[in-house]
């Protein structure tokens, strides 16, 4: 009854959606990636890396069965959208200019979902490396960061297969260590 009445329930899940993608933003701001894989740091960089994360943790729970799994995926995409559109708010887009870029943005993160979806579930690295090139380096063919990134996004998938769902969804999630040589 005092949950209810006081939203204490509420401020624990609050507290584990929140958990949830910090971890997920911590893994997608691992210093190789940058330094040497050679990401843009970048708004648009870094916003391909916790998209990345994102598509990781959201291919993992997809088939789960349970609304708390449902839930907990809604809220963490929430939770990543409102800092998209805080950042972009930051970056000095006024009111008027935010719903579009969102709106862009959000274009980007599902279909890079959708492709990097089908490379994973291909177990293709060539096929993912290849999407990850047209996405986060339009600029340049020869991107070389784009193989050791494909792999390690494999990696990743296997190792988050490995991982109860209930032990996810508490917030209690881990990515490979990116500076582990691929």
């Known amino acids: 009854m005092f949950q209810k009445l006081f939203g204490f329930g509420q401020r ?21 990636f940058y330094a040497r894989w050679d990401v843009p740091d970048t708004p648009l960089g870094r916003f391909e890396m916790i998209a990345l994360h994102m ?31 805080h950042a972009i708010r930051e970056l000095g887009i006024g009111d008027m200019g935010v719903p579009k870029r969102i709106k862009k943005l959000a274009r980007m993160f599902y279909g890079r979902a959708a492709t990097y979806g089908e490379a994973i579930d291909a177990n293709d690295a060539e096929a993912l490396a290849a999407a990850m090139r047209r996405n986060i380096r339009p600029d340049d063919e020869t991107w070389m960061g784009a193989e050791p990134l494909a792999r390690y996004a ?6 988050l297969e490995t991982q109860k769902v209930e032990h996810l969804i508490a917030a209690d999630i881990s990515f490979p260590d990116a500076e582990r040589e691929r």
């Open 12 to 32: 624990s899940r609050r507290m584990v959606i929140d958990g949830l993608y910090e971890r997920i933003v911590a893994a997608s701001r691992q210093p190789v």
């Open 55 to 85: 598509i990781l943790f959201l291919r993992r729970v997809r088939n789960e069965d349970g609304a708390a799994v449902r839930e907990v995926a809604q809220e963490v995409t929430d939770v990543f959208f409102a800092d998209v559109e």
């Open 154 to 159: 494999l990696e990743a998938a296997a190792l």
